[in-house]
């Protein structure tokens, strides 16, 4: 069976495609079209589809729309209550109709296609099938929470033998994920984009207002929880955007983010209770809160936890494919790593090259190469294989920077144009992990987990937050050999199995997808190298 996944609803457009069971390509739209997120969240631009990603997937595969067997929408609009609070007042039902005329909409974004073989999946059963179906083990319990779906914002099951069974689920207003997109907003940050900066920010707080926050943000016997609206500005005054900080607003973000990881853990421990498992499977917007979900892992009942990687709504697209091929009799293998994207040949990125007229070397060793300039202090943006599908930089789409200069941190931020706050994080060789960071699963290859620096590796400053953990990426040869190869190299050159790694991109860009990004991205910026493919480009002295 040949069957593709769409999420276009909300935001963060992707397509995914699984074939026989076995996932094969996926991509989000922002790749394609360079605007971050694909588009804006907003009910009149449901009908924007992720035609560019959905058109690779298929080129990937060889594959022309009317092959098809099945595709899977991640949202089905029969399910939304236009009355009920949470929604978008005044403009759900043009969400809805919009969503309604999804399978037309797909027709003519991918002619040949025929319409009556697009089917609606549930916006939650889609993230709990992005999970639950694509991790590296069968049967596991799953929560899914996130800003919302059609009329709820949390699903909490199992799977057994390859279904899904429900155990509790809430009802829109209550939305741990709204109310940290609220947060968001309040704290003069992008809703439904910034999220990240917020528990970022809550790291250099005091959770002063907890207390308050228990008698509105709760979970409840039945598997459910209290999270209405919240007057916010009874804790901290609303921050324009670009305005300076002041302490109440990071002691309100370190507020609610302490009373989130103390409602799900409630959670956790419900859904333990009732199925017994020993392994759980996150997905939704909130489970791409590493702070919290390393929290969940040490504190909680459950001793394996694993997240999808594209945790956010571009994951409901393979989802969705992934709930229709096992709906289909199709059992679903685990998904086979994060790379799922566009990939180059090297052919195709000398061409490249030689279209931009930039004089270039092809090293005997690439990864040499890489880690004496990072030895040498220069930053480096790496470009190689198959881009990552989701928010996270793992090794393919990356800007690398020596660990040992607190100054980096300064420099990368600089180079990104964010907000001095944020950090950066580290990567490092699997089999030394333990060796720098305790707490914390090892390994952790997709970077959703944060660990604790050890005492006597503070001697990297550069991937140290100011709390002392590190959100590391683990690095196993066999998975990612180059990227391996390069650590050991630089820990050669410097005793340090570790690099920074944060994403190859801008501030309000998507990171790089294609060669031409990268060029654009490497004269733009303040890069020392970059290594794409097999050549290296070096800034002009």
Not at 309 to 337: K, N, Q, V
Request: hydrophobic content about 45%.
């Amino acid at each position: 069976m040949r069957i593709l996944g769409i999420n276009a609803v909300f935001h963060d457009p992707a397509a995914a495609l699984v074939v026989d069971g076995r996932v094969v390509a996926a991509a989000e739209e922002e790749r394609f079209s360079r605007r971050k997120h694909g588009k804006r969240p907003v009910p009149f631009a449901t009908w924007e589809l992720p035609e560019q990603a959905a058109r690779w997937c298929l080129a990937q595969a060889g594959l022309e729309p009317a092959d098809l067997d099945a595709v899977g929408y991640s949202y089905d609009p029969a399910l939304v209550d236009h009355d009920l609070d949470g929604v978008d007042p005044g403009w759900e039902e043009l969400r809805t109709t919009y969503a309604r005329r999804a399978p037309n909409f797909l027709k003519t974004a991918l002619p040949g296609l025929d319409p009556a073989k697009v089917r609606f999946v549930r916006h939650h059963v889609a993230h709990a099938a992005s999970s639950g179906l694509a991790a590296p083990f069968g049967d596991a319990a799953v929560l899914v929470a996130d800003g919302r779906g059609e009329a709820t914002s949390y699903l909490a099951g199992e799977y057994r033998d390859g279904k899904l069974v429900e155990l509790a689920a809430q009802r829109l207003p209550h939305s741990l994920g709204l109310r940290y997109e609220d947060l968001t907003e309040h704290l003069g940050f992008a809703r439904s984009s910034d999220e990240y900066k917020v528990m970022a920010l809550a790291s250099y707080g005091k959770p002063r207002f907890r207390d308050e926050l228990s008698e509105v943000l709760a979970a409840l016997p039945d598997g459910g929880f209290l999270a209405a609206p919240v007057d916010l500005t009874r804790f901290a005054p609303r921050r324009e955007p670009g305005a300076d900080f002041r302490p109440e607003h990071a002691d309100l973000a370190a507020s609610v983010q302490q009373r989130l990881e103390e409602v799900l853990l409630d959670l956790l421990r419900w859904l333990h209770a009732q199925t017994g498992q020993s392994r759980l499977t996150m997905a939704g917007g909130i489970a791409l809160n590493c702070v919290a979900n390393t929290r969940l892992l040490a504190e909680g009942p459950f001793d394996e936890i694993w997240v999808q990687p594209a945790a956010g709504d571009a994951g409901t697209a393979l989802g969705a494919a992934l709930h229709l091929a096992a709906e289909l009799g199709e059992p679903a293998a685990p998904m086979p790593g994060a790379d799922l994207g566009r990939g180059f040949t090297d052919a195709e990125i000398q061409q490249a090259l030689e279209v931009a007229r930039l004089p270039y070397d092809r090293p005997d060793d690439l990864a040499a190469t890489v880690a004496q300039a990072l030895a040498d202090d220069e930053i480096v943006a790496w470009f190689q294989g198959r881009a990552e599908f989701g928010p996270r930089a793992l090794g393919h789409r990356s800007l690398l920077a020596h660990p040992g200069h607190r100054r980096n941190l300064e420099r990368l931020n600089d180079v990104k144009g964010r907000e001095q706050f944020r950090p950066v994080a580290p990567m490092v060789l699997a089999g030394r992990a333990r060796e720098l960071f305790e707490r914390g699963p090892v390994p952790s290859p997709h970077m959703l987990f944060v660990h604790d620096v050890r005492p006597e590796w503070r001697g990297i400053p550069a991937v140290t937050h100011v709390d002392g953990t590190a959100r590391i990426q683990t690095v196993d040869p066999a998975d990612e050999p180059l990227v391996a190869r390069m650590l050991d190299e630089f820990a050669a050159r410097t005793g340090i199995p570790v690099v920074v790694n944060t994403s190859l991109n801008t501030a309000g860009r998507p990171m790089v997808d294609s060669p031409r990004d990268a060029l654009e991205c490497f004269g733009s910026s303040p890069i020392d190298l970059l290594a794409i493919g097999s050549f290296v480009v070096r800034r002009p002295a």
